[in-house]
């Protein structure tokens, strides 16, 4: 999801630590420390439970709040490839390392409708790339790994997507939307003369 399906800008972060008087990249740097993000990627921990994590680690509980209010921006070029493979009837499934307020995002994203399947990590406990990932991924689409096609913009979870024998790309951007849709089928062009 995040990184191809959905979009941050860093600017956001940016501001609140600039209000709080926090060094560049400290949200992220520690809310992403293996220990606190990953209890609640697997489901050992809420989302909640990692905030407060977060807020006790920095001592800002109220930059913490003001960072989680911005839940991102949909990439509508991913969106509208999303819509035209499922027009075409490919299943289409979202595979994220997630937190429990995953449905509450895709919820305020008005995202919930647009795919066949969610994959949260948290709720197979679970998380990318670990083999039983994939294979719970590819499950739940009902379609065998040789069969999925994994997007994602880690190098690190491309690669686990491939050791699980599933074909994956590394997204840098829009420019890969004409090869996904090569590789999913799809026409490239749908323009017609009037």
């Keep these: ?19 709080y008087e926090l060094p560049p990249g400290t949200l992220a740097r520690t809310a992403f420390t293996p220990s606190r993000v990953i209890p609640a990627i697997t489901g050992e921990a809420s989302h909640a439970d990692w905030m407060s994590s977060v ?9 913490v709040v003001e960072w989680e209010l911005y839940r991102g921006e949909v990439d509508p070029d991913v969106l509208g490839l ?42 197979i406990r679970v998380a990318k790339p670990a083999p039983g990932y994939f294979q719970a991924a590819c499950a739940q689409l ?4 040789r069969q999925c096609l994994f997007v994602d913009d880690s190098e690190r979870y491309v690669n686990g997507a491939r050791a699980a024998g599933l074909s994956a790309l590394r997204w840098s ?22």
């Design 1 to 19: 999801m995040d990184g191809v399906l959905r979009r941050w800008d860093p600017q956001v972060s940016l501001t609140v630590e600039q209000r």
């Design 55 to 63: 807020a006790e680690a920095l001592g800002e509980p109220e930059a």
């Design 82 to 123: 999303v819509r035209e493979a499922r027009a075409a009837g490919i299943r289409t499934g979202l595979a994220t390392n997630a937190t429990d307020r995953l449905d509450a995002d895709l919820a305020l994203l008005d995202l919930v409708d647009e795919l066949d399947v969610v994959i949260n990590s948290s709720v």
């Design 142 to 145: 009902g379609i065998p790994p």
């Design 173 to 194: 951007g829009p420019v890969d939307l004409p090869y996904v849709r090569a590789a999913l089928g799809l026409a490239t062009a749908t323009s017609s003369p009037e």
